[in-house]
């Protein structure tokens, strides 16, 4: 069911802007049949917006009556008024600031006017809203809204309003709709189904409709409400009054509920609590033990002459360094990890019970902070998991920091191809086909026990999403101890919305774990092994087997509130602790500084906080925003005459998208809700990345990004490729943003408009010819070739030993340079060219070749045909480096006798695993 408007704060924000004018239209109007007209189309609205504003407490359903009343009354110069400070209200977001003075402005009648109200500019809380779902009368309701006002302290920093809802349904719509929403109170058996649900909102509340509450008992109703609030919005608080005696209550309810309440009649100890948790959440640990840091006097016998800002502000030189950056940042900077601060290697206080909290608030079992990015997040994880000749299956197109700590752990790659999207230069993501298969080819060599990982990247650079469960569930079925690491880089604001979530290791590794310990499950296995045909391979993991351990890399500042650098690591993996701990300590010890910056680690600790009690929020409107971006380019003719931002079906192939989806938005039909598509496709489209293709512009893709946007407008984009630009939208981006980039867009537009009509008919040729070679003469997207016989793990099996070949290299007399123009001639002779190193372009930004890789005539052809400006690995002045025969001649001998050898060898450990298993 589709929508002109991507989301409901959209169409209510519209609808208060489309009452705003026909209120100011019909205070003006005289003709009597032309008012009469004019007021049913506002009542429209006004009906419109009552079967919206029931799920806010500002302006709210009672505010929405009133003025259909003053309608009624002919007070149309009062409602207009009221209408116009209402829409300047929600827009500017100022009714969060100081709720009680609104709401007293609006119930007395009297208009809003900052230049008396003194108190309504200067007092500032934090406001938020608390769901409270029983069936009650509108009476009751306003007697209750006024015992939790009265506590509400003026003193307070955290002042809420109520908002009651009466049923199941009407409460996760509610928590849907409404990003005020900080905590549930659930009184026991509120009602099943909404009697409110109109055809307007129906498009937005798909996750509640099918919701099957047929053989749901009315006792079991606020139960099952609170498991579905933990499931939609984790964060929040969820508070369960109840008359069932606590002896009879379940343990699955009593974990889904911060506490629960036995016929409570004075709502104080609720109040008290609901202020409680959101303090809980408010906490940071780090952040704030830096700040009370910050005001001790302090004299410093250490290192760091910059503390405390004495070697800047005494100074005759650098004073404007200073000023610039102000007087905090140098009182927290320390080398101090006393004085009520901590260590980052060995955490006992602050910072511990910061990471923490950040498990929490992603999902994982445990987190673990990073300041030197998730670069060597990366190498921390693989280098705590991965010994040396472990078997490794690794998207070929993951960030570099993957294949380098591939070499420091000696770790075998099995390199996987991501499907190409050769139009474009880009690459797409790894089919759950090809994982499966090199699987099965190593299960086939004897080498399925060797094999310990599976690290993908989730989302990628330009927005593919895998559907993270499925991929679990079918390499579980065939290896059920692999390790799976998800580079989330991209990805860490994921978990704060559900549709994204979904799609997150965190979550799934959760949900996995008590998937797989249910009788259910267990139930379904064994009937799926009774009907397998005689020699088929079990389609689902063996509960009895299977272990979760799954592990997330996040570059937090890439998407979420930290400074540059802030990343993080999250964990779960029910081995951990008995196999893992003392390993990643060591490797966290290894490649993290012992001088961390504390700066990078406030910033992550009050990122957290954010993303606890607004995340869903900002994620929300992120999206939104990106929406809003693709739907303006692809309506405004003039700008889809030389830009086109790439939908789902130019991304991903429709084998990949058994939904259908192939575009968000169409001028026809509206927005397509794409949760459907995120719960069942094997890949989808992250719309918050945003590929624009400037290929009809006749612009390159590194043009258009340096000398258009960055050096005329100041407006930053991700990357680039042949003809193509990244554009993402972030938690970070307004509305502002969003037009300057689109008038941006159109300037282009009527420049490239002026200088094509300038053409003469020979230039015009020449000019089309240009295009046509940039959207259609495009590089051939070479695969992965292979490892040379001297650095295969086994012969003819998937892997190979890229820690050899790295170092081998080192050897100067072992390697040449062979210019690129003549690496064709030496293929065409035969002649095997083997790479000793990495070789990166950028774009796309990942190695085309590796230490120990052959060299095909595609990937060469690609390299002669890249027109980028770095390559790193490749010097074009000297050409590609490369192992000489001599050495290749000399690395096969010694293969050949290094395999002998291990065989005659009675202490070799696979031969000694192998007859322990006889």
């Known amino acids: ?68 009343k003053a309608v009624k009354k002919g007070e149309l110069k009062a409602m207009s008024n009221q209408v116009a400070e209402i829409v300047s209200l929600l827009v500017s977001d100022e009714y969060r600031i100081n709720p009680e003075i609104i709401h007293e402005k609006f119930n007395g009648g009297t208009s809003i006017d900052s230049n008396k109200d003194k ?30 006002k009265e506590l509400v302290s003026p003193q307070s920093t955290l002042t809420y309003d109520i908002v009651v809802q009466r049923s199941f349904q009407d409460a996760l719509i509610c928590l849907f709709f409404n990003y005020n929403i900080q905590a549930a109170c659930i009184r026991y058996a509120p009602l099943q189904l909404s009697t409110n649900i109109t055809k307007l909102i129906k498009p937005f509340i798909q996750n509640v409709l099918k919701i099957n509450l047929t053989n749901v008992s009315d006792s079991d109703l606020g139960p099952l409400l609170g498991k579905y609030i933990h499931q939609f919005r984790p964060e929040l608080d969820i508070y369960y009054i109840t008359d ?67 070697s800047v502000f005494k100074s005759r030189w650098i004073t404007d360094f200073g000023d610039f950056y102000g007087r905090n940042v140098f009182l927290a900077e320390t080398s101090a990890t006393n004085g009520g601060l901590d260590s980052l290697l060995q955490p ?25 990015g998730t670069s060597t997040a990366n190498k921390i994880v693989l280098q705590a998991l991965i010994k040396p000749s472990d078997v490794v299956l690794i998207d070929r197109d993951c960030h570099k920091s993957h294949h380098y700590g591939l070499v420091l752990t000696g770790a075998f790659p099995v390199y996987l191809d991501s499907y190409p999207i050769e139009e474009y ?34 989302c990628t650079f330009d927005g593919l999403v895998y559907n993270v469960e499925k991929v ?91 400074f540059r650098q802030g990343s993080m690591i999250q964990i779960w993996d029910e081995e951990y602790s008995r196999r893992v701990a003392d390993n990643f300590q060591e490797s966290y010890m290894t490649h993290t500084t012992t001088s961390a910056n504390y700066q990078i680690l406030a910033s992550l600790d009050a990122g957290r906080r954010q993303v606890e009690l607004e995340g869903y929020e900002l994620v929300e409107k992120s999206i939104e925003m990106a929406m809003v971006l693709r739907s303006k380019v692809q309506n405004h003719p003039k700008l889809s005459k030389y830009f086109h931002i790439l939908n789902v079906k130019d991304i991903i192939p429709a084998t990949y998208r058994a939904c259908g989806l192939s575009e968000y938005y169409t001028v026809e039909d509206g927005w397509d809700k794409m949760e459907e598509s995120w719960e069942k496709d094997e890949f989808v489209l992250d719309p918050t990345k945003i590929t624009l293709s400037v290929g009809k512009a006749g612009i390159t893709g590194d043009m258009f990004k340096n000398t258009y946007l960055m050096d005329r407008f100041n407006i930053q984009v991700n990357k680039t490729s042949r003809n193509t630009i990244l554009l993402m939208t972030n938690i970070g ?115 085309i ?31 590609l480096k490369v192992f000489t025969v001599e050495a290749l001649n000399r690395k096969n001998t010694l293969s050949a006798m290094g395999a002998m050898g291990a065989m005659m060898n009675p202490f070799n450990t696979d031969e000694v695993k192998i007859k322990g298993k006889k």
């Open 1 to 68: 069911m589709n929508s002109k408007h991507y989301n409901i704060n959209q169409l209510r924000i519209d609808l208060w802007n489309e009452l705003k004018e026909k209120s100011n239209v019909v205070v003006r109007v005289q003709n009597t049949d032309a008012l009469t007209e004019h007021l049913t189309e506002m009542n429209e609205v006004l009906n419109n917006l009552l079967s919206i504003e029931q799920y806010f407490s500002f302006p709210g359903a009672p505010l929405v009556t009133r003025l259909i």
């Open 733 to 847: 981006t307004t509305r502002g943003s969003v037009t300057f980039l689109i008038n941006a867009l159109l300037q282009i537009a009527d420049e490239l408009d002026e200088s094509n009509r300038s053409l003469n008919k020979r230039e015009a040729e020449i000019s089309e010819k240009h295009i046509q070679s940039l959207i259609h003469d495009v590089p051939p997207l070479p695969d992965f070739s292979s490892f040379h016989s001297s650095f295969q793990a086994s012969p003819g099996v998937p892997g190979g030993n890229i820690r050899e070949a790295f170092f081998l290299a080192y050897e100067e007399d072992l390697c040449e340079y062979i210019p690129l123009s003549e690496c064709l001639e030496a293929l065409s002779k035969n002649r095997d060219l083997v790479s000793t190193s990495f070789v990166i372009p950028y774009p796309p930004g990942f190695p």
């Open 348 to 372: 006992k206080g602050p910072l511990k019970k910061a990471q923490e909290k950040a498990a929490k608030a992603y999902g994982a079992e445990h987190t673990f902070f990073v300041t030197n």
């Open 425 to 458: 230069s880009m690459y797409g993501a790894v089919p759950l086909r090809i994982i499966k298969e090199r699987l099965i080819a190593l299960k086939n060599a004897g080498r399925l026990d060797k094999v310990k990982m599976l690290l993908l990247t989730n």
């Open 472 to 562: 679990m569930e079918e390499v579980l079925a065939i290896k059920p101890d692999m390790i799976f690491l998800w580079d989330e880089a991209w990805f860490a604001f994921a978990s704060f919305t559900y549709t994204y979530k979904q799609r997150t290791g965190m979550y799934v590794a959760q949900k996995l774990f008590h998937k797989y310990r249910s009788d259910a499950y267990k139930a379904t296995y064994a009937a799926h092994i009774a009907a397998l045909a005689p020699n088929a391979l079990p389609t689902m993991p063996n509960p009895y087997l299977v272990k979760i351990r799954v592990y997330a890399t996040q570059s937090t500042h890439k998407t979420l509130s930290s």
């Open 849 to 879: 070749l590796v230490p120990g890789q052959v060299m095909s005539k595609e990937i060469i052809k690609f390299m002669i045909a890249l027109d980028v400006k770095e390559i790193h690995g490749y010097r074009a002045e000297l050409g």
């Open 244 to 310: 069932t005696s606590l002896t009879h209550l379940e343990d699955s309810t009593v974990k889904t509920f911060r506490r629960i309440f036995y016929r409570m009649e004075d709502v104080q100890e609720l109040h008290l609590t609901i202020i409680s948790g959101i303090n809980d959440r408010f906490e940071t640990p780090f952040y704030t033990a830096l700040t009370e840091y910050s005001k001790k006097p302090t004299s410093v016998f250490h290192a760091m002459p910059i503390s405390r800002g004495n």
């Open 119 to 148: 108190a309504y500019n200067k007092v500032k809380s934090n406001y938020f809203e608390v769901l409270y779902v029983e069936d009650i009368s509108s009476k009751d309701e306003a007697i209750l809204k006024n015992k939790f």
